[in-house]
């Protein structure tokens, strides 16, 4: 069986005021025992619904797909955003894609640099997904 994996290479916008890093850091701490790929298409699909709007919400704010919703856990310091993939109906463990969003990209100024955020964002949630690991979103974008 043939498993897709994304790569971690750096996506570049050749723009000095927009220079986006994304961060593979520790394993998903309530990482479940079991993830069916149902739930891989499904939380894939909800992060293709994610926009730049979006990524800045306060709870309780979700998308749901499926077996799974994207929703925005909390602010974090400086104006970001913890984003999780949760699997539904489960009590515990269900979190299968984490992201922290810094605050320093929610400045973008322009629609390229928003839509390159909003791309970064959807990418750093899909590497997640695909590591199992809590990604990192950091700028600065103007």
């Not at 463990?93 to 400045?107: E, F, H, K, R, Y």
């Amino acid at each position: 069986m043939t498993e897709k994996t994304q790569s971690l290479e750096p996506e570049i916008l050749v723009d000095p005021n927009c220079t986006i890093t994304i961060v593979v850091g520790n394993n998903i701490p309530n990482y479940p025992s079991t993830v069916s790929k149902k739930n891989i298409t499904d939380a894939q699909n909800a992060i293709g619904r994610l926009t730049f709007a979006d990524i800045w919400r306060l709870p309780p704010w979700r998308i749901e797909e499926g077996t799974v919703r994207l929703d925005v856990q909390g602010a974090i310091a400086n104006g970001g955003r913890n984003w999780q993939v949760q699997i539904n109906g489960i009590n515990g463990n269900s979190t299968i894609s984490a992201t922290l969003v810094q605050g320093n990209l929610a400045t973008a100024s322009t629609a390229e640099r928003q839509q390159y955020v909003q791309r970064m964002v959807r990418r750093a949630l899909e590497d997640s997904l695909s590591t199992k690991k809590v990604t990192d979103v950091n700028g600065p974008c103007k």
